[in-house]
């Protein structure tokens, strides 16, 4: 998998700055279904100027079913508020050489000052009856569902308003899971 083909080499743990490696590539060119990833990271989409500029999709598709028991698959969708901003490639390597932390500092010094990150957050909803009329199956994480049959329609607002106090109890110990999520 991807994860495990980016990691440094087991021997000497070299390199560690990303995945311009053998494995990443094998990885890459042996499964096609990582095409569009890639794409999207090597674009110009893929060097964000912030966290706090970045547009989000989720991979997955979840089910979402109502009070009368009515199910649908959905599709998550979080759109900056604060613009969508790209690095040209010479920034990058500037910004990255210096502050190899820069994107976690941005995003902690814009909450700190007040200058809190928001994404407008919608869904894409398909009905049972039309996702099995379409050419591909919406549960395979290779696709999307193309906004021109399924716009997205937004539902609310995602807004990072303060810094954890407790980094560790706070981040790296929660897990976002949909089986953890209190109903209603």
Do not use: C
């Amino acid at each position: 998998d991807l994860i495990h083909a980016a990691k440094p080499e087991p021997h000497n743990q070299i390199p560690t700055g990303g995945t311009a490696h053998d494995n990443a590539w094998d990885f890459l060119s042996l499964t096609p279904e990582s095409a569009h990833m890639i794409m999207w990271v090597l674009s110009g989409r893929g060097m964000v100027r912030s966290l706090r500029m970045i547009e989000g999709f989720g991979v997955h598709t979840f089910l979402w079913v109502n009070s009368e028991g009515v199910a649908r698959f959905v599709k998550y969708h979080f759109k900056p508020l604060q613009g969508l901003t790209t690095l040209l490639w010479d920034e990058s390597q500037t910004i990255s050489g210096k502050i190899p932390d820069f994107h976690r500092q941005d995003l902690w010094d814009a909450i700190e000052r007040g200058d809190f990150p928001e994404w407008e957050v919608g869904v894409q909803v398909v009905d049972f009856e039309e996702a099995e009329k379409l050419d591909f199956d919406l549960i395979d994480v290779t696709k999307i569902i193309p906004e021109t049959l399924y716009p997205v329609t937004p539902i609310g607002k995602l807004t990072l308003n303060r810094n954890p106090d407790n980094f560790f109890a706070e981040t790296e110990q929660v897990t976002f899971h949909p089986g953890h999520l209190v109903p209603g």
